[in-house]
């Protein structure tokens, strides 16, 4: 080997071993290199026992997969490249054609999106229930449902479900008689605003837990990833080959950036928890304003669910105004703040606020409120500037 070119490819120099640092090591890789023929031959991926493929895992991947785990309080992870994509995966793992998918009129829209299209067009049905009605779950399932999605609370409008009772639902549908010959149907939450710290998803019923880590975990509003998180081996293979079958990877940086905000992530739940609540008790008392939807606020839908099985909250609230105002005279609002910016997404350093248009948004039941909403993310910003610059809006109005 006298060509630099082929020297530096296949230098014989390694670094010492016994390397400890706080922060773990970021591998990238697509090839993985064996040891020899019979290495490669039996090597196993199925079990995360070794590597052998970058799409397949690295040691920077397998750490932060198994710490989602912990989080979660689940046994076994998958990573995937966005919160949505864990949703994909778990339909794909567990649907086929002539299954039928239940999911909460409240949910998260890319979830009702994909099963109204992609999934219709696989022969997998969809039906939108009422998730603070656990008798309208009852009455939807049927033989043919291998699915029911959980969302807690509702996205946008913050309804907290009583989720004990809705897994209570689907446990009896599979025990009632002539329910034995059939595969049991499955509950899956997404758990993007829990994060793990508010409530532990499978304490309260159920079989899988996903997350957007963009959010919480991430923490920076700069990275796109999800996982997947179960405590059961047969529903996290199923999960675990799709994966394999499908093509999702995540790159080494973007693990990097999640293990490093998992460090920070209980103090920054915490914090956006105290300063969410105290904008939205002081919102409240706002003559423009005729509800403000979060669920630590007693008159909130689902309140008192909140109240028994969470030990925190997280960062959004969402405010419905006064029928008066118009949506022009909305939508200037949210111009004219100058803390909250206007974007999608939340949990990351700084707050935001999206307008939407609910009855547009709901089919199971009718919107009740007359006025617009808008959903806010508070962020890291001292809690005094934000509610100054929501007042200097509200004056707008």
Same mark, same amino acid.
């Given at each position: 080997?006298?060509?630099?070119?082929?020297?530096?490819?296949?230098?014989?120099?390694?670094?010492?071993?016994?390397?400890?640092?706080?922060?773990?090591?970021?591998?990238?890789?697509?090839?993985?290199?064996?040891?020899?023929?019979?290495?490669?031959?039996?090597?196993?991926?199925?079990?995360?026992?070794?590597?052998?493929?970058?799409?397949?895992?690295?040691?920077?991947?397998?750490?932060?997969?198994?710490?989602?785990?912990?989080?979660?309080?689940?046994?076994?992870?998958?990573?995937?490249?966005?919160?949505?994509?864990?949703?994909? #995966?778990?339909?794909?793992?567990?649907?086929?054609?002539?299954?039928?998918?239940?999911?909460?009129?409240?949910?998260?829209?890319?979830?009702?999106?994909?099963?109204?299209?992609?999934?219709?067009?696989?022969?997998?049905?969809?039906?939108?229930? =009422?998730?603070?009605?656990?008798?309208?779950?009852?009455?939807?399932?049927?033989?043919?449902?291998?699915?029911?999605? #959980?969302?807690?609370?509702?996205?946008?409008?913050?309804?907290?479900?009583?989720?004990?009772?809705?897994?209570?639902?689907?446990?009896?549908?599979?025990?009632?008689?002539?329910?034995?010959?059939?595969?049991?149907?499955?509950?899956?939450?997404?758990?993007?605003?829990?994060?793990?710290?508010?409530?532990?998803?499978?304490?309260?019923?159920?079989?899988?837990?996903?997350?957007?880590?963009?959010?919480?975990?991430?923490?920076?509003?700069?990275?796109?990833?999800?996982?997947?998180?179960?405590?059961?081996?047969?529903?996290?293979?199923?999960?675990?080959?799709?994966?394999?079958?499908?093509?999702?990877?995540?790159?080494?940086?973007?693990?990097?950036?999640?293990?490093?905000?998992?460090?920070?992530?209980?103090?920054?739940?915490?914090?956006?928890?105290?300063?969410?609540?105290?904008?939205?008790?002081?919102?409240?008392?706002?003559?423009?304003?005729?509800?403000?939807?979060?669920?630590?606020?007693?008159?909130?839908?689902?309140?008192?669910?909140?109240?028994?099985?969470?030990?925190?909250?997280?960062?959004?609230?969402?405010?419905?105004?006064?029928?008066?105002?118009?949506?022009?005279?909305?939508?200037?609002?949210? =111009?004219?703040?100058?803390?909250?910016?206007?974007?999608?997404?939340?949990?990351?350093?700084?707050?935001?606020?999206?307008?939407?248009?609910?009855?547009? #948004?709901?089919?199971?039941?009718?919107?009740?409120?007359?006025?617009? #909403?808008?959903?806010?993310?508070?962020?890291?910003?001292?809690?005094?500037?934000?509610?100054? =610059?929501?007042?200097?809006?509200?004056?707008?109005?």
């Amino acid at each position: 080997m006298s060509h630099p070119s082929t020297q530096l490819i296949h230098h014989p120099y390694t670094p010492p071993a016994g390397f400890e640092a706080v922060s773990p090591a970021v591998h990238k890789a697509s090839t993985i290199i064996f040891p020899s023929v019979a290495a490669l031959r039996s090597r196993d991926w199925k079990h995360k026992t070794g590597y052998t493929y970058g799409l397949h895992g690295t040691p920077t991947t397998f750490t932060l997969e198994e710490r989602i785990a912990t989080l979660e309080g689940g046994k076994f992870c998958t990573l995937v490249p966005s919160g949505l994509a864990a949703i994909v #995966l778990v339909d794909m793992a567990l649907l086929k054609a002539g299954d039928e998918v239940l999911i909460p009129d409240n949910a998260y829209g890319p979830n009702k999106a994909f099963a109204q299209a992609e999934l219709a067009s696989w022969g997998i049905a969809c039906q939108l229930y =009422d998730a603070m009605d656990p008798a309208d779950l009852a009455a939807k399932l049927t033989v043919k449902t291998r699915l029911v999605w #959980l969302e807690a609370p509702g996205s946008i409008t913050l309804e907290f479900p009583d989720l004990p009772a809705l897994a209570a639902v689907v446990r009896a549908h599979n025990a009632a008689p002539g329910q034995a010959h059939r595969q049991g149907t499955v509950t899956a939450l997404d758990n993007t605003w829990g994060a793990g710290l508010a409530f532990n998803a499978f304490a309260l019923g159920a079989d899988i837990s996903v997350q957007a880590l963009t959010k919480y975990p991430s923490g920076g509003a700069d990275v796109l990833m999800g996982s997947v998180v179960t405590n059961s081996e047969a529903l996290h293979l199923l999960v675990h080959f799709c994966h394999m079958r499908v093509g999702y990877g995540v790159s080494g940086n973007d693990a990097e950036l999640v293990l490093r905000g998992l460090n920070s992530i209980a103090l920054r739940y915490a914090a956006q928890d105290a300063a969410t609540r105290q904008l939205a008790g002081w919102l409240q008392g706002q003559p423009q304003i005729a509800a403000v939807l979060h669920p630590a606020l007693p008159d909130s839908p689902g309140h008192a669910q909140w109240k028994r099985d969470c030990s925190g909250a997280a960062c959004l609230f969402s405010a419905v105004f006064r029928p008066e105002f118009t949506q022009a005279q909305i939508d200037r609002f949210c =111009d004219s703040l100058q803390l909250f910016g206007l974007g999608y997404s939340w949990a990351g350093p700084m707050s935001l606020c999206v307008p939407y248009d609910m009855p547009a #948004l709901r089919v199971a039941k009718p919107w009740p409120h007359k006025g617009g #909403l808008v959903r806010f993310s508070v962020g890291l910003e001292a809690v005094e500037d934000l509610q100054a =610059d929501l007042a200097q809006a509200l004056a707008g109005l």
